[in-house]
């Protein structure tokens, strides 16, 4: 038994780290998010397709050396694993592009379901699940039935769409296949952009009332540096980000969402949960690779304290 099952895209993350040269990191959001969870003590398993080569070992093996549990990780025979390249953009921006469908056909959107993965899940407390995972099939089919199946058992769903335009057929796809994830999920996490992109608004209070209407009852909100806010029922917090160097943001937001996953399973209060989150996240930014620093919870723990003049303020909501 585990307290979260992470399902979705596993990856080979390739970081520029100068103007020609690459770093390989292990990669895929919902697998990043599984390495935190793991890292944070709790107990996590992955579903996932890696290709039959090496690339596909180094993803096994890393999420195995983490502490996640691999037993539903498939091999898939025939097909390469997937590769992203990281763009740095002017301002601290980025960009992803996939060797992957809709370019080209590769392991991670070849995951098919087995009762046996079913079963897992239903024995979990969390399902977390990725929206990029669903941007080609056979993986979405399979994981939009997991979640219902999920959704149905009692299993809470955690959904981060992880938006990257380059793998769907158009924003509207897109946009569908969220709508049908949020009205399955308890925990909706993803940046400013991607509710704006789904609801049409970047504001806060309106966020909150569009994602509760839709049955989410945690919601969180990520922001880059500017930091993220938390909102359950009436309440929200947002907070700043912790004053740290920074050297590389892949895979900051997956293990944010990896502390708000802990921090809801152990019935923390909101604002303690976002100043975790934060920290967690901010740690995790001072290492190339996402998730390279992901820190314990006594190391989280050191910088809220050390920082303790940044604090989560509460949000005026009604
Ligand atoms: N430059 C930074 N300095 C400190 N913390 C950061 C920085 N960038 C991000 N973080 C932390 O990571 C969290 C998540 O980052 P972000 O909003 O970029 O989400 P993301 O999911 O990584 O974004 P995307 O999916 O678009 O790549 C933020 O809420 C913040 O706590
Ligand atoms: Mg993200």
Known sequence: ?????????????????DTDLYNMRFGGAPMNCAVACARLGLR????????DD?????????LEERGVDVSHVKRVKGKR??????????????????????????ADTELVLNEDDFEYVRGAKVLHVSGFALSQEPARSNILELVKYAHENNVKVSFD????????????????????????????????REYEFILGTRDLRRIGMEMRRRGVRLIGVKMGRRGGAL???????????????VKDTVGAGDVWNAAVIYGYLRNRDLGDVLALANAV??????????IEGVPTIDEAMNLIRRQSNIRPENLQLT
């Open 161 to 192: 769409p992880t938006y990257r335009p380059d793998v769907w057929e158009s924003e509207e796809v897109a946009r569908e296949i969220y709508e049908k994830l949020i009205s399955l999920s308890d925990i909706v996490l993803a940046t400013l």
């Open 281 to 290: 996240a901010s740690l995790k930014c001072m290492h190339v690779g996402a």
């Open 231 to 245: 909102i359950r029922g009436e309440r929200g917090c947002f907070m700043e980000t912790y004053d740290v160097p």
């Open 1 to 17: 038994m585990v307290d979260v099952v992470s399902v979705g895209e596993i990856l080979v993350d390739m970081i520029p780290v």
């Open 81 to 106: 694993t997937t590769i992203a390249f990281v763009v740095r953009l002017p301002h601290g921006e980025r960009e992803f592009f996939f060797y992957r469908k809709p370019w080209l056909p590769t």
């Open 44 to 51: 996590v398993g992955a579903i996932a397709a890696v290709g």
């Open 54 to 62: 090496p690339l596909g070992r180094f993803l096994f093996n890393t």
